[in-house]
């Protein structure tokens, strides 16, 4: 039994969900975590992911709330179900609320993504990564950093370094990316009219730009932070993309600072994950908080500078392709500006076959 349920999850199921396909009987349960089309459905259809067997339909909530509300439905199902082995992805609400469900009954816990740790127990995802892999039976690291830090915590038994099931889902879908015209894809965000904002403002053709992302809960809800943000991505050279989450867009418009991102920021609704990542090909570097991207920028060559203190994905820091700068405008302005490639690039998280070694694993694991 899988359990999903928030965008990146559905981007990461997309290579095991495949790789476990004709080994195991799978059961996916979407928790409903996210629910709008473009954080989901979206990527159903462009991942070719069947429908999941379940839906709960939890909705969005405060933590406890949320992961409450998933551990009931996951109980439940565990016990009509009685699935050998529940897996689970990342650190989200989704993830440990199916963790702390399953642990306590039979089935075999997995954690894929397993070993990673910021060091940042202020993010709710720090704490979700590390309770769920104090939960787990079987762990699956993408790196050999992820290994050593489950053993310091004194994780040893079923752990497997596995690679990176994402680098395998871009690999999946690479050749897909030159199909498309990605400006067609671009909607402004939010209520457009109003706002003067223009769709034709929007992708700056063959002209230099930068994608940005943002959604962390400590930048979107954190005003000074928040605007400090955008005083940094509207003032850069080049043009800039942001795909805006939907609680970015919320907190824009609550901290009145809707306008002023408007005028520097050419503002986009989320875009799908074939999009996405044609953006990301094209643009010059990266401005993200997101664990994701990081990774993606990495692999598809764009320079990245992540709008946090931490990161869970050190190694792209390390080797140069990622530098950490917080929210701090001057700094985001000097890291974007002067942000090159490096020479060298390493193999960081595996070489694309992580989701076919895990399925191998688990099917062993099963019997
Ligand atoms: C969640 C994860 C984060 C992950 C991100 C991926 C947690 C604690 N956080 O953050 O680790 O990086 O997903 O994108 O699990 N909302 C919508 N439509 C939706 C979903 C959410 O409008 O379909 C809005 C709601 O106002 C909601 C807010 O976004 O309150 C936050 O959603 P939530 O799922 O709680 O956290 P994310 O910020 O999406
Ligand atoms: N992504 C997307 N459309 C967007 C922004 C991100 O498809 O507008 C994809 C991105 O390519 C990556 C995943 O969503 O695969 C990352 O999700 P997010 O940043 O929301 O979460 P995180 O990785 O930080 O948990």
Same mark, same amino acid.
């Given at each position: 039994?899988?359990?999903?349920?928030?965008?990146?999850?559905?981007?990461?199921?997309?290579?095991?969900?495949?790789?476990?396909?004709?080994?195991?009987?799978?059961?996916?349960?979407?928790?409903?975590?996210?629910?709008?089309?473009?954080?989901?459905?979206?990527?159903?259809?462009?991942?070719?992911?069947?429908?999941?067997?379940?839906?709960?339909?939890?909705?969005?909530?405060?933590?406890?709330?949320?992961?409450?509300?998933?551990?009931?439905?996951?109980?439940?199902?565990?016990?009509?179900?009685?699935?050998?082995?529940?897996?689970? +992805?990342?650190?989200?609400?989704?993830?440990?609320?199916?963790?702390?469900?399953?642990?306590?009954?039979?089935?075999?816990?997995?954690? #894929?993504?397993?070993?990673?740790?910021?060091?940042?127990?202020?993010?709710?995802?720090?704490?979700?990564?590390?309770?769920?892999?104090?939960?787990?039976?079987?762990? +699956?690291?993408?790196?050999?950093?992820?290994?050593?830090?489950?053993?310091?915590?004194?994780?040893?038994?079923?752990?497997?370094?596995? @690679?990176?099931?994402?680098?395998?889902?871009?690999?999946?879908?690479?050749?897909?990316?030159?199909?498309?015209?990605?400006?067609?894809?671009?909607?402004?965000? @939010?209520?457009?009219?109003?706002?003067?904002?223009?769709?034709?403002?929007?992708?700056?053709?063959?002209?230099?730009?930068?994608?940005?992302?943002?959604?962390?809960?400590?930048?979107?809800?954190?005003?000074?932070?928040?605007?400090?943000?955008?005083? @940094?991505?509207?003032?850069?050279?080049?043009?800039?993309?942001?795909?805006?989450?939907?609680?970015?867009?919320?907190?824009?418009?609550?901290?009145?600072? =809707?306008?002023?991102?408007?005028?520097?920021?050419?503002?986009?609704?989320?875009?799908? +994950?074939?999009?996405?990542?044609?953006?990301?090909?094209?643009?010059?570097?990266?401005?993200?908080?997101?664990?994701?991207?990081?990774?993606?920028?990495?692999?598809?060559?764009?320079?990245?500078?992540?709008?946090?203190?931490?990161?869970? =994905?050190?190694?792209?820091?390390?080797?140069? =392709?990622?530098?950490?700068?917080?929210?701090?405008?001057?700094?985001? #302005?000097?890291?974007?500006?002067?942000?090159?490639?490096?020479?060298?690039?390493?193999?960081?998280?595996?070489?694309?076959?992580?989701?076919?070694?895990?399925?191998?694993?688990?099917?062993?694991?099963?019997?």
């Amino acid at each position: 039994m899988s359990v999903i349920g928030a965008r990146p999850q559905f981007v990461k199921a997309a290579a095991v969900s495949r790789a476990l396909s004709g080994r195991v009987d799978e059961t996916v349960v979407h928790t409903g975590q996210h629910y709008d089309p473009e954080l989901s459905a979206v990527f159903f259809e462009e991942l070719a992911l069947d429908e999941p067997d379940y839906h709960l339909d939890v909705g969005s909530d405060t933590h406890a709330a949320q992961t409450a509300a998933v551990m009931v439905e996951i109980e439940r199902l565990v016990d009509a179900e009685e699935p050998d082995a529940v897996l689970v +992805y990342g650190d989200t609400n989704s993830t440990l609320a199916g963790a702390l469900a399953a642990t306590k009954r039979e089935p075999t816990l997995v954690h #894929v993504e397993a070993g990673l740790r910021s060091g940042d127990r202020s993010m709710p995802e720090e704490v979700n990564r590390i309770c769920t892999d104090h939960c787990a039976d079987v762990h +699956y690291a993408p790196s050999e950093t992820a290994v050593e830090t489950l053993e310091r915590e004194g994780i040893t038994d079923g752990v497997v370094r596995s @690679g990176d099931v994402m680098y395998d889902t871009l690999l999946q879908v690479r050749d897909r990316l030159a199909d498309d015209d990605v400006a067609d894809a671009l909607v402004p965000a @939010g209520e457009t009219a109003s706002d003067g904002h223009h769709a034709d403002r929007l992708v700056p053709g063959d002209d230099a730009f930068v994608l940005a992302t943002v959604h962390r809960a400590a930048n979107t809800d954190d005003p000074d932070r928040l605007e400090s943000i955008v005083e @940094g991505l509207s003032a850069l050279s080049r043009p800039v993309v942001l795909p805006a989450h939907p609680r970015t867009v919320a907190a824009l418009r609550r901290e009145g600072l =809707w306008e002023r991102a408007l005028d520097g920021i050419d503002l986009v609704e989320p875009v799908g +994950y074939l999009d996405f990542l044609r953006l990301l090909v094209a643009a010059d570097r990266v401005a993200t908080d997101s664990g994701g991207v990081q990774k993606e920028a990495f692999y598809l060559d764009t320079p990245c500078v992540t709008l946090r203190e931490t990161t869970e =994905w050190v190694e792209t820091v390390e080797t140069g =392709w990622n530098r950490l700068v917080g929210a701090d405008a001057d700094r985001i #302005v000097e890291a974007v500006e002067s942000a090159v490639r490096p020479a060298r690039k390493p193999d960081l998280y595996g070489s694309g076959t992580a989701a076919s070694r895990i399925a191998t694993d688990v099917e062993r694991r099963l019997g």
